[in-house]
């Protein structure tokens, strides 16, 4: 039980980190913490598919934070295509 609140802290943690990072690179206007950890989980998952799709794995945690930042760009690359 407490090695998977531990994760899901963790977790949140490289999300947050990730998604400032993303919104840095990208530019976009400053977002609150939630949308931050948000887009990072989310570009988590993004990250993995598309390097997946590729032939790439990444472990540890700058693996990890890498991969998450990877998405979240690709998250916000996305919604400004949507949005325009």
């Known amino acids: 039980m ?3 609140i531990i994760n899901v802290i ?8 990730a998604g ?3 919104g ?4 976009t206007y400053p977002a ?4 931050n950890i ?3 989980m989310l570009g988590g998952f993004v990250g993995s598919f598309l ?12 693996g990890d934070f890498v ?13 400004r295509k949507l949005a325009r």
Request: charge should be positive; include cysteine.
């Open 2 to 4: 407490l090695f998977s």
């Open 10 to 17: 963790f977790s949140l943690i490289v999300g947050a980190l």
């Open 20 to 22: 400032y990072v993303a």
């Open 24 to 27: 840095r690179l990208m530019g």
């Open 32 to 35: 609150s913490t939630l949308h």
């Open 38 to 40: 948000v887009l990072g």
């Open 51 to 62: 390097l997946g799709l590729i032939g790439l794995r990444a472990t540890g945690f700058v």
């Open 67 to 79: 991969v998450s930042v990877v998405g979240a760009c690709a998250c916000i690359w996305i919604a």
